[in-house]
């Protein structure tokens, strides 16, 4: 099980406008620190918490944050709208467009999928497998 996952980031400001742009329609939370950004799901009392969690820090060695060649975080949305939704939201927030929102040949007929990179350069999906919609067959 993954607990969290962690980006490095040169600017806090630049990486919450980028990440809330999106994060906080898929429902996580944001709770800011010295040591940077927290997105969870939310929990009720006593429960224990929803994982993974997605943080986003500045570097603990102080050199540059980069993003690493090949990783990628990818977050589910509820439907094919709320990806193009979330995908245009993340691009206007400083993020740049990997991958325009649809479905790709390499992947099932019901994965639909946008890329993009968040401000630092990290890789991240925004993704919807609902089988209620149409898929890339229909």
């Known amino acids: 099980m993954i607990s969290y996952i962690t980006v490095g980031t040169d600017d806090i400001t630049?990486?919450?406008?980028?990440?809330?742009?999106?994060?906080?329609?898929?429902?996580?939370?944001?709770?800011?620190?010295?040591?940077?950004?927290?997105?969870?799901?939310?929990?009720?009392?006593?429960?224990?918490?929803?994982?993974?969690?997605?943080?986003?820090?500045?570097?603990?060695?102080?050199?540059?944050?980069?993003?690493?060649?090949?990783?990628?975080?990818?977050?589910?949305?509820?439907?094919?709208?709320?990806?193009?939704?979330?995908?245009?939201?993340?691009?206007?927030?400083?993020g740049s467009d990997e991958g325009q929102p649809g479905f790709r040949a390499n992947y099932g007929p019901d994965f639909y999928v946008g890329y993009l990179r968040d401000p630092q350069g990290n890789k991240i999906a925004l993704f919807s497998s609902n089988p209620k919609e149409p898929g890339r067959g229909d």
């Open 14 to 94: 630049c990486a919450k406008r980028f990440y809330s742009a999106f994060m906080l329609a898929l429902g996580y939370e944001l709770e800011e620190g010295p040591e940077g950004l927290s997105y969870a799901l939310p929990v009720e009392p006593g429960q224990s918490p929803i994982l993974p969690e997605f943080y986003v820090k500045p570097t603990f060695d102080g050199r540059p944050a980069s993003a690493g060649n090949g990783s990628m975080t990818a977050f589910e949305a509820r439907n094919q709208n709320q990806v193009r939704d979330l995908h245009a939201a993340a691009v206007a927030a400083g």
